[in-house]
């Protein structure tokens, strides 16, 4: 039988989420920091809630896309927060992208409620928000994991069950590891093929169903050639992701020198007011460097 669900986050990826979950037919409750974010679900047949706990005591299902753990904290901690809501047989389910070690002590809490919590970050960007297939990571037992699956299908088509509470952070923490050096390749790619007066078109056209393609290369490729920087995922987030890994890789020893090598390039960029453009706007660090721009005549 289906249940109520909250969803608290209306943001870039929140309100494709969302929104998908109304398509599907199921019974959704909405609250963002920023009313007006609300009005296009309500408008779809979402219900508009004053605060997050009134989200909790409405919703035995509630989920969180926000953008950073002093965001979740807020969401749960904050004066009408979500734990004054949450009861026996509660779940909430955190889509957001936020610290492991500190998803574990939500989760606790949570516990302590008579609740229960996955964690469970999200990748495919604003697209795949949209259009309903995104991949998740899940963190959590076996059978919170499979009461939030039939909801959970309604915007992923990759679900994955990866291990314990936690466990869907740091295999997020794998993803972005994985995004950012493939955006490299790609920035470096199209860069060398613009100083080699390639058609950008043809060469994409020729590398990406090969060994060399990847999900980065085919959806912001073009964009990069059309100096389209509009976010799937700006680079203020992903400075945000790369912060986590970089501060998890230290904590189990893990090298990670291509990742700090981003980190620092998108810094740069932010430094430059760019932090709201698509990370793919990473070639601009290499094109300042160069003096070359990817897509000029």
């Given at each position: 039988m289906s249940e109520r669900i909250g969803f608290v986050g209306l943001g870039i990826m929140g309100a494709g989420m969302a929104s998908n979950l109304i398509e599907k037919g199921h019974d959704v409750v909405v609250w963002n920091r920023t009313a007006s974010r609300m009005e296009p679900l309500v408008a779809a047949g979402a219900v508009a809630a004053t605060s997050p706990a009134e989200v909790g005591r409405l919703c035995p299902i509630v989920m969180i896309c926000v953008s950073d753990t002093p965001d979740v904290d807020a969401v749960l901690h904050s004066d009408d927060g979500l734990l004054g809501g949450v009861s026996v047989g509660s779940l909430v389910i955190d889509h957001s992208t936020i610290s492991p070690g500190a998803t574990v002590g939500f989760a606790e809490e949570v516990a302590g409620l008579g609740g229960s919590w996955i964690d469970a970050p999200v990748s495919g960007g604003s697209e795949g928000a949209a259009k309903g297939t995104l991949s998740i990571m899940v963190g959590g037992s076996e059978a919170a994991v499979e009461r939030a699956r039939p909801y959970m299908e309604a915007f992923g088509t990759t679900i994955t069950h990866v291990g314990p509470v936690?466990?869907?952070?740091?295999?997020?923490?794998?993803?972005?590891?994985?995004?950012?050096?493939?955006?490299?390749?790609?920035?470096?790619?199209?860069?060398?093929?613009?100083?080699?007066?390639?058609?950008?078109?043809?060469?994409?056209?020729?590398?990406?169903?090969?060994?060399?393609?990847?999900?980065?290369?085919?959806?912001?490729?073009?964009?990069?050639?059309?100096?389209?920087?509009?976010?799937?995922?700006?680079?203020?987030?992903?400075?945000?992701?790369?912060?986590?890994?970089?501060?998890?890789?230290?904590?189990?020893?893990?090298?990670?020198?291509?990742?700090?090598?981003?980190?620092?390039?998108?810094?740069?960029?932010?430094?430059?007011?760019?932090?709201?453009?698509?990370?793919?706007?990473?070639?601009?660090?290499?094109?300042?460097m160069s003096g070359i721009e990817v897509g000029s005549p």
């Open positions: 936690g466990s869907g952070q740091q295999v997020k923490i794998v993803n972005q590891i994985l995004v950012v050096g493939s955006q490299l390749a790609v920035s470096e790619a199209l860069l060398f093929a613009q100083a080699s007066g390639l058609d950008l078109e043809a060469t994409l056209d020729a590398v990406k169903g090969g060994a060399a393609g990847s999900w980065m290369l085919a959806n912001r490729g073009p964009q990069m050639i059309e100096r389209d920087w509009r976010p799937g995922f700006t680079i203020d987030l992903q400075q945000k992701d790369l912060r986590l890994a970089l501060e998890a890789a230290d904590s189990v020893g893990s090298p990670i020198p291509g990742t700090a090598l981003v980190f620092q390039m998108y810094r740069a960029l932010q430094n430059e007011g760019l932090g709201g453009e698509g990370n793919h706007a990473l070639v601009k660090a290499l094109e300042k």
